[in-house]
C-alpha cells in the first residue's frame, strides 16, 4: 500500500462540515416530530378509526416499509413534481423522511396502544371519559413509556438513513461530503472522517435517549 | 425522448435479477457472518465479546451509504480494484453481519438459562451444547425477525445504485432519463420492491403470530 493520508484539505473544511452535520441533526428532528404527528394520526385510525381509514393507513404502511428510502426519496423529489407538485430538495428530502418514519412508527405507536390493558380503557369509560380523553390521558402517556426505546432507535435509523437524501442535494452532511470530494478528490479521507461524524452522532443521541428514558420515564414513577 | 413501453418494464424486471442476486449474496455472507457475531457476542471470553460489540456499533452506529463508499473508494486505496458489484456486496455483508448478529444474540440470550445449565452438567462441551441445545432453540426464536430483515437487506441493496450498480432503482434513473416520465417509471420500481418485499413481510408476520401465540400457551 503506497498511499498517503492527507486529511488535511478534510479537516480545514471544518465549518462547511458542521454546518452539513447542523442540517442532517435539523432534517432528522423536524422529520421525527412531524413524522410522529402522522404516525398517532395514523394509529388512532388504525385501532379505531373508520373501516375506510384503516384499510387506507394499512396501505400506506405496507407501501412504505415494502419499498426502500431511497426510491421513495426518488419518487416525492421527481415523480410530485411531473404532476405540478415543485419543492426544494430539502423540502423533498423532509418530506421523504416524515413519511417514512410516519410509516414505521404507526406500528411502534400501535403496539404501544395494545399494551394498555383494555380494563384501563373500560375503567375510563365507566368514568364517563370521552373517546379522545381516554385515548390521549390513558393510553397516550404510558404506551409513550413503553415505546420510547423502540422510537429512539428508530429517529437514529432515520437520522443514519438521511444520508440518501445527498443524491438529491439536499445539503446534508453526505451532501457536503460529495461537494468536498469534487475538489480536493480526497474521497476515501473524507467518507472516514464523514462516517466517524455519523457514528458520533448516533451514539450520542442514543447516550441522550437512555438518559431521558432513565430520568423521566422510568418506573417508579412517584410524581 | 421516448414514452414509456413494455421493453422499459422488461428492463426493469431483468435488474430485478441483480437485486435478488445481491440481495441473496448479502444474505448468505451476512448469515455466516451473523452467526460469528452473535457467538462471539454471547461467548465467555472478554476479547471476542468486545470485538463483536464494537463491530456491530460501527455498522449499526453509521449510514450504510458511508459503509457502500469507504468499500468502494478504499478498496482502491489498500491496491484493489474493485467494482461497483464487489463493493455493494462486501458493504452489504459486513452490513448485514451486524445487523443480523445482533438479532441473533437475543435470540440466543432469549434461551431460557436453564437449558444451558442442563447441558453443561450433561457434560456437554462449548460446541455440543451449542449445537444440540442453544442454537435450535434460538432458531425457532429467531425466525420471524430474522425473515422480516429479508426485507430490510432487499430494500438495502437499492443504495448501489448511487455508486452507479445497475440493479432495480439504477434502472428506474436510467430510464427516467431516457423517458423523463419519472412518475410512471418511479411507480413500476416501487411496485418491483413492493412485489419482492411484500411476501416476506407477510410471512415475516404470520410466523411471528404464530410463534406468539405458542408463547402464549
Known amino acids: ?223 | 425522448m421516448r414514452t414509456f413501453g413494455i421493453q422499459d418494464i422488461w428492463f426493469i424486471l431483468q435488474a430485478a435479477q441483480w437485486t435478488i442476486g445481491l440481495s441473496l449474496i448479502a444474505f448468505v455472507g451476512g448469515a455466516i457472518g451473523g452467526l460469528v457475531v452473535a457467538l462471539a457476542r454471547t461467548s465467555e471470553s472478554l476479547v471476542a465479546t468486545r470485538l463483536a460489540t464494537t463491530f456491530i456499533q460501527i455498522f449499526q452506529g453509521t449510514p450504510l451509504l458511508m459503509q457502500l463508499f469507504l468499500v468502494f473508494f478504499g478498496a482502491p486505496v489498500l491496491g484493489f480494484e474493485v467494482s461497483a458489484w464487489v463493493a455493494a456486496g462486501i458493504a452489504l455483508v459486513l452490513n448485514t453481519s451486524a445487523f443480523l448478529g445482533e438479532i441473533w444474540r437475543g435470540s440466543i440470550q432469549a434461551v431460557p438459562r436453564g437449558q444451558w445449565e442442563a447441558a453443561e452438567a450433561l457434560g456437554l462441551g462449548y460446541g455440543a451444547r451449542m449445537r444440540l441445545v442453544v442454537l435450535p432453540q434460538a432458531w425457532k426464536i429467531a425466525l420471524p425477525p430474522t425473515v422480516g430483515y429479508m426485507v430490510q437487506v432487499i430494500k438495502g441493496t437499492s443504495l448501489a445504485a448511487i455508486i452507479g450498480f445497475t440493479e432495480i432503482t439504477r434502472a428506474g434513473q436510467i430510464i427516467n432519463n431516457a423517458t423523463f416520465q419519472p412518475l410512471i417509471v418511479f411507480s413500476v420500481v416501487g411496485a418491483t420492491y413492493f412485489a419482492l418485499c411484500w411476501p416476506l413481510s407477510f410471512w415475516a408476520g404470520r410466523i411471528e403470530k404464530r410463534s406468539a401465540a405458542l408463547q402464549a400457551r
Open chain 1, 1 to 223: 500500500m503506497n498511499y498517503t493520508f492527507q486529511f488535511s484539505d478534510v479537516l480545514a473544511a471544518w465549518p462547511l462540515l458542521l454546518k452539513g452535520t447542523w442540517i442532517t441533526v435539523q432534517l432528522s428532528l423536524v422529520a421525527t416530530v412531524l413524522g410522529l404527528v402522522v404516525a398517532i394520526f395514523c394509529a388512532w385510525a388504525k385501532t379505531s378509526g373508520p373501516k375506510p381509514l384503516r384499510w387506507l393507513v394499512q396501505v400506506y404502511i405496507e407501501l412504505i416499509r415494502n419499498t426502500p428510502f431511497l426510491v421513495q426519496l426518488f419518487f416525492f423529489f421527481f415523480a410530485l413534481p411531473a404532476i405540478g407538485l415543485r419543492w426544494s430538495p430539502y423540502t423533498a428530502a423532509l418530506t421523504a423522511m416524515v413519511v417514512n418514519l410516519g410509516a414505521y412508527a404507526t406500528e411502534i405507536i400501535r403496539a404501544g396502544i395494545e399494551s394498555i390493558p383494555k380494563g384501563q380503557i373500560e375503567a375510563g369509560l365507566a368514568l364517563s371519559l370521552k373517546p379522545h380523553q381516554v385515548f390521549r390521558l390513558i393510553i397516550l402517556k404510558p404506551a409513550l413509556r413503553a415505546i420510547f426505546p423502540a422510537l429512539s432507535s428508530q429517529f437514529i435509523l432515520l437520522m443514519l438513513s438521511s444520508a440518501v437524501v445527498s443524491v438529491i442535494s439536499a445539503d446534508d452532511l453526505t451532501s457536503v461530503a460529495a461537494n468536498l470530494q469534487s475538489q480536493t478528490f480526497r474521497s476515501f479521507e473524507i467518507y472516514i472522517v464523514v462516517t466517524l461524524i455519523y457514528l458520533t452522532l448516533a451514539l450520542l443521541f442514543s447516550g441522550l435517549f437512555r438518559l431521558i428514558q432513565r430520568r423521566a420515564l422510568s418506573y417508579p414513577d412517584r410524581r
